[in-house]
């Protein structure tokens, strides 16, 4: 397995600001996703962070809103741009192991909370 | 469409019980699944991947093709396994996993 390191776990954030996120994993992978978790809801995928270029948003996620950089294969950060409370979630850092990355572990996440 | 589903919302059982967390799938190719497990308060843990075929923590699951099943099993319930259930479906090794919406397992002594 992988340590995958998230920060802030937590934080309260004001209407209109943004959050950087970071994800710091102690070894080198290819594969690095960032999801969200919505209040009492499962995990939707946000984007694939590729290392080098820009990151691959899946549908309903934009790079305005969530922008998203990997400068290497062991670090990525999720910026939450301009919040409203509607992005209240638990945002999770998640990396692929393995052979052909197929076993996928994840960071233990950060709060946000946007009043 | 590739959709994982989780019909159950909340289990309750009691200790000693047998459980059975149910899971289908939606995906036309050969599925890679998986079991994930948050305890309270903590990170999301992998708890079975159906290609190694292991008993974690007495857990087990089985890919069943035919009916598009991946249902998580231990005979004989715990306290301790009172957390969230999360099956999650890795469509074409990509990482991009899709998961279903989660059961809560509840445990009652």
């Known amino acids: 397995s992988a340590v995958i390191s998230q920060k802030p776990s937590r934080d309260i954030c004001q209407r209109g600001t943004s959050l950087t996120i970071q994800c710091q994993v102690d070894?080198?992978?290819?594969?690095m996703f960032w999801y969200r978790q919505q209040p009492g809801q499962s995990l939707t995928l946000i984007a694939t962070?590729?290392?080098?270029?820009?990151?691959?948003?899946e549908s309903g996620f934009v790079i305005d809103k969530f922008p998203i950089s990997r400068p290497n294969l062991t670090f990525s950060t999720l910026t939450v741009s301009n919040m409203s409370p509607e992005d209240s979630s638990i945002y999770l850092c998640?990396?692929?192991?393995?052979?052909?990355?197929?076993?996928?572990?994840f960071g233990e996440g950060s709060w946000l909370t946007v009043v | 469409a590739q959709r994982v589903t989780q019909p159950e919302k909340l289990l309750s059982v009691f200790k000693g019980a047998p459980v059975e967390l149910k899971c289908n799938y939606s995906?036309?190719?050969?599925?890679?699944l998986f079991w994930y497990v948050q305890y309270s308060r903590q990170r999301l843990q992998l708890l079975l991947r159906?290609?190694s075929r292991e008993s974690i923590k007495g857990f087990t699951a089985d890919l069943n093709k035919g009916e598009t099943s991946f249902h998580l099993k231990k005979p004989f319930a715990q306290e301790e396994d009172s957390a969230m259930y999360y099956c999650?479906?890795?469509?074409?090794?990509?990482?991009?996993?899709?998961f279903g919406q989660g059961t809560t397992l509840q445990v009652k002594p």
């Open positions: 998640s990396v692929g192991l393995g052979q052909a990355g197929n076993t996928i572990y």
């Open positions: 070894s080198q992978v290819t594969m």
């Open positions: 962070a590729n290392q080098g270029s820009e990151a691959t948003y």
């Open positions: 995906y036309s190719g050969s599925p890679e």
């Open positions: 159906h290609i």
């Open positions: 999650a479906l890795n469509p074409g090794n990509t990482g991009k996993l899709i």
